[in-house]
């Protein structure tokens, strides 16, 4: 099959893409958007008895509104099930989006993001869906996968049932830029906290008889980045990065309440990433090493020193494919037939792929359009996105 065989409707691919940058749908407010690719599949010819939603929201552990959509496209040919996978959330910075077209590209009107992640990936899938039904295109049995809550923590990848899914030999996922860049890997994230309880006192009269929380905690920061744990870290025995992203008090609010207060607690939360994941894991250790260093450090007048909790945990695991995987090769071979030669990269971002890899299935991701995502700059590619659409049809279509 090449490229001018794939009966496209482009201009049908970019009203679906408009429709659903218009619909609200930010990360765990799923409920609408959810809605609105369920119509437009079974306006396409999908039977309602194909499409359903998993119970992922009763085991995430954020208020989320929906399920996963999953839609099961019968075969018309033999051969091993399919599957595409998107996501249906967008950045809160997306909320109230209002496209519009201007040439090659769909933008905002500049005081919101646009939500061409994933949306792009979104309309992707109910384009392949409409062309193999209206054509009548030989396929083999096919599941499409809309997750959500994966701009929160990939958790709808991550807490699904694989079960659910039909018994997939691979998934393409949609969710990057250019169509021909293949995402065969990512790295793993860690994520730690650590709670600082030190000792209140009268910062006038006696501030040797308290214990300054928010000094252990910028002693211990500066010690992670003294002994090259912050920021781009790199030792003989692996790599990775790291970043401090929150430094407050209980419940969202500021550590301390007065400049007269030895402040006597703090709130710090971080993460690291790594290819490895026993090296996201060795990043972590070296801040818990450091926050133990800075409580040695700071003692009150009896030599008391302030209370310490860190906890760490892992995020999503890293993963890589080779170049040789069916999954990476199907897609090199279908970007070949386009015309396009494939670039193959490794993410530093947490992917849907990560857990669904995790879960048994070769994950590759491609991309559709997207761009400058999650800032005002935001827009769509839409020569990007037809070629991500017609590389889907391609991918859903060739033969073993």
Same mark, same amino acid.
């Given at each position: ?59 995430? *552990?954020? #208020?989320?509104? /929906?399920?996963?959509?999953? &839609? ?6 033999? @051969?091993? $099930?399919? +599957? ?53 295109? *030989?396929? #083999?049995?096919? /599941?499409?996968?809309?997750? &959500? ?6 958790? @709808?990848? $991550?807490? +699904? ?73 790199? $030792? ?165």
């Amino acid at each position: 099959m090449s490229s001018p065989s794939i009966p496209l409707d482009v201009d049908a691919a970019i009203d679906h893409l408009m429709r659903f940058l218009s619909v609200e749908g930010v990360t765990g407010q799923e409920a609408a958007i959810a809605a609105a690719v369920s119509d437009a599949l079974k306006q396409i010819g999908v039977p309602a008895s194909a499409i359903r939603f998993d119970d992922v929201n009763k085991r995430i *552990p954020l #208020p989320t509104q /929906t399920g996963n959509l999953i &839609v099961d496209l019968a075969g018309t040919r033999p @051969g091993p $099930r399919l +599957l595409f996978s998107t996501h249906l959330d967008t950045v809160p910075l997306c909320a109230g989006a209002k496209p519009r077209r201007e040439g090659d590209r769909i933008v905002s009107d500049g005081t919101t993001a646009l939500g061409g992640d994933a949306r792009t990936g979104v309309a992707l899938l109910v384009v392949l869906a409409e062309t193999l039904i209206r054509n009548n295109l *030989p396929h #083999p049995p096919i /599941t499409l996968l809309f997750t &959500v809550r994966e701009e929160s923590g990939l958790h @709808g990848a $991550r807490e +699904l049932n694989p079960a659910d899914l039909g018994g997939p030999v691979m998934c393409i996922n949609v969710d990057g830029q250019l169509a021909s860049e293949l995402i065969v890997g990512a790295v793993g994230q860690e994520n730690w906290e650590v709670e600082i309880k030190g000792r209140a006192s009268h910062a006038g009269v006696a501030p040797d008889k308290g214990i300054s929380a928010t000094l252990v905690g910028a002693i211990a920061l500066a010690e992670a980045h003294r002994a090259g744990w912050f920021g781009k870290v790199v $030792r003989p025995d692996g790599s990775g990065t790291s970043n401090v992203g929150i430094f407050g008090g209980r419940d969202g609010k500021p550590a301390g309440d007065a400049t007269n207060v030895v402040t006597d607690f703090a709130y710090i939360r971080g993460e690291a990433r790594s290819p490895e994941a026993a090296f996201a894991t060795r990043i972590v250790e070296g801040y818990k090493e450091a926050f133990a260093k800075a409580a040695a450090a700071v003692t009150d007048h009896e030599g008391q020193t302030a209370e310490v909790s860190f906890t760490h945990a892992p995020a999503y695991p890293p993963f890589e494919l080779a170049k040789d995987s069916p999954v990476v090769e199907r897609a090199a071979r279908a970007l070949r037939l386009l015309g396009s030669e494939p670039t193959y990269l490794f993410s530093n971002g947490g992917l849907d792929a990560n857990w669904l890899d995790k879960h048994g299935i070769p994950t590759i991701t491609i991309g559709a359009g997207q761009a400058e995502i999650h800032t005002l700059k935001e827009y769509v590619n839409l020569v990007e996105y037809e070629k991500g659409c017609r590389l889907g049809v391609l991918l859903a279509t060739l033969e073993d």
